[in-house]
């Protein structure tokens, strides 16, 4: 009981301190991934929601590399077989070439159960909460 007690406040410290010196800190899960965070479809860019909509419908894809695997060479997303993830570029207003946004969706291609953005080209991923 004390451990948990030392535990659980070293946790806090370490937290406060990271927020502190200005230190990004993600969590992770049990497979070594960082957890993403979540946002709503409402909260995503127009250009987003447009994506995701061609995905469900399984195309027209406006860029030859849509649909393609997704790697997940970062290790952010939970680790998966090879060809679980793909990618959907997401338009980016007045880009001369793909931009750095990306859907990534997770599963069998048109029974997708997992979609994530990310807007920083796989510097972080958020979860679509539908």
Known sequence: ???????VRIRQIFVILTLW???SVSLLA?????????IK???????ARQTLSLIKQGGPFP?????????????LLPKRQRGYYREFTVKTPYARNRGARRIIAGGE??????FYYTADHYASF???KE
Do not use: C, H, W
Not at 109 to 114: G, I, N, Q, S, T
């Open 63 to 75: 860029y030859e590399k849509d649909g393609s695997t997704f790697g997940n060479y970062e290790g």
């Open 21 to 23: 010196l200005g230190v």
């Open 41 to 47: 479809l409402q909260d995503l860019p127009p250009e």
């Open 1 to 7: 009981m004390i451990m948990n007690k030392m535990t």
């Open 126 to 128: 958020k979860r679509i």
């Open 109 to 114: 291609r048109l029974v997708f159960r997992e």
């Open 30 to 38: 049990q497979d070594g991934s960082q957890i993403a965070s979540q």
